[in-house]
C-alpha cells in the first residue's frame, strides 16, 4: 500500500492483509503486565453456566448500552447479530483483538473487562417468538413518584460492559456498536463508576450520598440460585437472569444539608461502617425490635433498609444490586449544582416477584424518597452463558434463534 | 437530636458536632490500604513552588471545571474564595476531610488526587488588577478549522481535579461546587479518562485514535523550567504556568475505515510501539530526510508528527501536553456513532510562543485534521505553587489578590 493510494482513497483493499498481522501482541500484553500495576491483563472467564458480570464483583468501570433493532431485521438477522457479537465479546473480554479488528494495542489490558447481552420486550416480537417471552418480560408497572424520561426507557437489546480501565472500556463499547451497526442501532447509554472492591468482597462499594451500596447481596452460590439464576428446560434461558435498570437522580444538594445523624436515620445503617443503627458491623442483621431511651425504634420503620428487606413471610423477595453511580456536568441553566445519581441495575429470577414488590414498599414510603428520583426505568431477560466448553459457534440465546 | 428534629427539619444546629466528630478517620484510611491494592491511599504532595496536576504522572479520571465569578463578587471576595478552596484542595488531597465536610468516609482513597487551580482572562477585570495580567492572557486566536462552541469556552476561574479513582474524583468536585457555591457558579465542567502510566512513565497514555499521545512531552526539570514553568518577579505568578484547553472531537466513523497503514502515515509514528516510522522504539528522534524506494519521504511532511514538531530553529516551541479521552452516548438524531474526542490540555510558559504558532501550523496542514475538529477553547494563568512550607493561610495568587 502506497502513499498515493492513501492519499486518494481509503485503501480498503488493504485491510485484510493488516488485519492478518494484528494477531494479538503476546510481547505487547506481557509489556503491559510488568509496567502497569493498576490495570494489567487480569481476566474474568467468559464461558460458564452464566454470563459473566452479574455475580462478578463489580468493576470500576461501566457502560450500559441499549439499542433498537433497525427495521427489515428477523430472527435470522438478529442471530447472525448474537453470532458476531458472542464471538466479539469471547475475545475482547480475554484481551484478544476481535477478528477484524485494526486495533490490537487497544485491548492489552483486558482488566477484568466482561460484556453481558440481554434482550428487551419486543425483541420476542421481531423474531416472531412470542410464546417464547416469559410473562415477567414486559415494562415495570409504574410507581406513583416515577418521573420516567423516555430517553431511559425499554429497548430490544442491551449490552452491559463492565471494566477496571476507562480505555478498554471505551474500545470495547466501540467495537460492539460498530461490530453490530448492520443490525441495530443506539438507542442510549448509561455510564457509571465506583470505587472496586479490590480483593476484599466484603469492602461494598459507595454511592454519591456516601451510603454502602449492596450490603445484603447474595454471594454464595445457593443464595445466587435462590435469587439470580434462571432454571428453566430451554438451554437459551437456564442459566439466565433478569436485569432491571432504573436511573436514579439523587439531589446533592438538599442531601448535603442534612447532618450526619440525619442521613443515618434516614438509610437505618451508619455511614462509616455501614452496619445497621442496632450494630456495630456491616453484616449484622438489623434488630428491629431495639427502641431507645424514649421508647422509639432505634432503626426508623420508613428508614430505607427497614423498607427495602424483605418481610419475613416473603423470604424470596431479594434482589442482586450492581449498581454504578453517575456524575454528569450540571445542565446549563438548571436551579441544580449537579446532575448525579445512580444507574441502579438489578438482577433476579422474576422481576414480579422480587424487584416490582421491594420498589412498591419504597415507593409507599421511604425516607430516602425525599431526595431521589426514578427517571428512567428498562428491564431485559439476560440469556444463559455459553457453557463450560462452547464451540466456536455457539451464541446467546442460540437455541431460542435457531430455526 | 432526636428523630422528632430530623422530621420535622434538618437539624443544622447539630451539624458542628458532627462534623467535630469527623476528624480524620485513621482506622478506616488503614483499612482501606490493606483492602483496595488498585486504588488506595497514595498521595501527591499539595506544597511546593509549583501546583501539582501539571508534572505529576497523568492519573486515570479529571474533572476540569470552569466557573464564573457571581456578579458583586470582588477582590476580597475572590482572595476569600481562594483562601477556601485552597484549604480544601490542600486537605483532599491528602486524604482528609476539609474542614465541615462530613463525609470523611469518602476521601479515605485519595489514589493521587491532585487539585489544580487557574485564572482566565476575565479574572483580573473583577480584582481590579488589570496592569498586572499577562499579555499573553487572552483567547487563543481563531484558526481556520475551528468551529468553536461557547459552551467550551473563556471562563473566570478554572479547576483540574484528577484523581485514579472516579468515586473521590466525584467527592472532591462536589465538594469543592459546593465551598465556593456563594462565590462563583459553574460555567462547565469537561471530564476525561485515561490509562495511566503506572509506575513507568514512558508508557504513554493512547488516545481513541489508538495513538500514544504525547511522547516529547518535556520529562526532566530542566526541560520543565525552559518549557511550563513561568520565572517572575512576582510571587503570585512565580512558578507558575499557562494551561490551554482545547476540545477536540474525533470521528472514529471515519477514522476506523483506515487501514493501519494509513493511519500510521497520517500519525507519522507506528501505532504499536509509537516509533516514528523512521524508528524502531517510541523515544527515538524521527529522521525526516529518510526516503523509500520510491524517494518519497519515509515520515509524511503532512503527517501529525512533523506539523507539530518544532523547526530547528524554534527551539522553544515545546509544550507539556496532559490530554484525557473523553467518550460521551451518541448525541439522539445524530448521524455519527460515537461522540468521543480529547479534552487536550497543554502547560506552557507563553501560549503565544508555543501553543499558538504550534496549532497555527497543524491548522493550515495535517493529515489528522480530517477526522478532528476543534470545538472549543480556552486559556488560563496557573499561578505558582503555595511553597515549600505553607502557612496555614497561604492560599493561590495570594500576592496577587491582598490589598
Known sequence: MSRRTFLTGLSLGAAGAATAACAQPDNATATAQAEQPRHGTHTIAFSGPHQAGIATPAQAHMNLVAFTVRAGIDRQGVARLMRLWTQDASRLTQGQAPLGDLEPEMVTSPANLTI?????????????????RPQWLH????????????AYGEADIV??????????????????????????????????????????????PRNLFGLKDGTVNPREERDLDQVVWIDSPDTWLNGGSCMVVRRI?????????????????????????????????????PDYEATDEYGLPVIDPMSHMARSTNPADK????????????????????????????????????????????QQRLDEADRINQWI????????????????QPHQDTYWGQSLLEN
Chains 1, 2 share one sequence.
Open 249 to 285: 437522580a439523587m439531589n446533592l444538594d438538599t442531601w448535603e444539608i442534612l447532618d450526619r445523624a440525619s442521613r443515618e436515620t434516614a438509610f437505618g445503617r451508619k455511614l462509616d461502617t455501614g452496619a445497621p443503627l442496632t450494630g456495630q458491623e456491616e453484616f449484622q442483621a
Open 139 to 150: 415494562p415495570i408497572p409504574e410507581f406513583s413518584r416515577d418521573q420516567l424520561d423516555d
Open 373 to 388: 428520583t426514578h427517571i428512567g426505568s428498562a428491564v431485559f431477560l439476560i440469556p444463559g452463558g455459553v457453557g463450560e
Open 159 to 204: 449490552l452491559q460492559l463492565c471494566c477496571d480501565d476507562a480505555l478498554t472500556l471505551a474500545h470495547a463499547t466501540r467495537h460492539m456498536i460498530r461490530s453490530g451497526i448492520d443490525y441495530v442501532s443506539t438507542r442510549w447509554m448509561q455510564q457509571g463508576f465506583l470505587t472496586p472492591p479490590g480483593h476484599n468482597p466484603e469492602e461494598t
Open 116 to 132: 453481558t447481552c440481554g434482550f428487551g420486550p419486543r425483541l420476542f416480537d421481531i423474531i416472531g417468538r412470542q410464546q417464547q
Open 315 to 358: 423470604p424470596g423477595q431479594r434482589i442482586l444490586r450492581r449498581a454504578y453511580n453517575y456524575d454528569q456536568p450540571p445542565v446549563p441553566g438548571s436551579e441544580s449544582t449537579s446532575n448525579a445519581g445512580l444507574v441502579f441495575i438489578c438482577f433476579q429470577r422474576n422481576p414480579e416477584e422480587q424487584f416490582t414488590p421491594i
